[in-house]
């Protein structure tokens, strides 16, 4: 399952780990990979950590931290065997970005809660739950030509419920 982390640090040509920790103890440490479509994201992909909030630390090689924050799996999309349970970047073949900008503002809206499903329900999650990051942006793995139901809730911003759309792959 890749776990979404995001790092804002000139981090070229490093070797970098993420290292989830939980109650001041590394509980996994997975590599990480670059994003090709937004600078200062990584996916670190691992399985089997538990549900919860995690401390994340991003270190090189040599040990040297490089960076920290948190992340929170909710969900296992290896349980479900859809790819695509709650808290997951999804499991689709294509890079696709979503942004959300405030209709009266025009300013990004950050830190909003995104998730992503293929009914108008809500009931069947593919990717999600994760934030926008600072110009309100998201990447979720889905498949291009598909279409998809956008959620997206902040407090004090009128949310977006259902709004139907076919992903489009990054360029």
Known sequence: MPYPIAINLDTTGLTLTAQLVSGGAVAQSVA???????????FANGTGAANGKYGVRIID?????????????????????????????GSGADAVTITWTNSTTGFPVA????????????????????Q???????????????TYFLWM?????NPIVARSFVAEADV
Request: cysteine-free.
């Open 153 to 157: 809730q902040k407090n004090n911003v």
């Open 32 to 42: 990480l990979a670059a994003s090709a479509t937004i600078p200062g994201h990584y």
């Open 61 to 89: 090689v040599g040990g040297t931290l490089h960076g920290t924050g948190e992340i929170e799996i909710v969900g296992d999309a290896e349980a479900s065997g859809s790819g695509g349970g709650g808290g997951t970047i």
């Open 111 to 130: 830190d909003a809660d995104v998730w992503i499903t293929s009914d108008a329900t809500g009931a069947d999650v593919v990717a999600g739950t994760l």
């Open 132 to 146: 926008t990051n600072s110009q309100g942006k998201v990447l979720f793995l889905l498949d291009a030509g598909i």
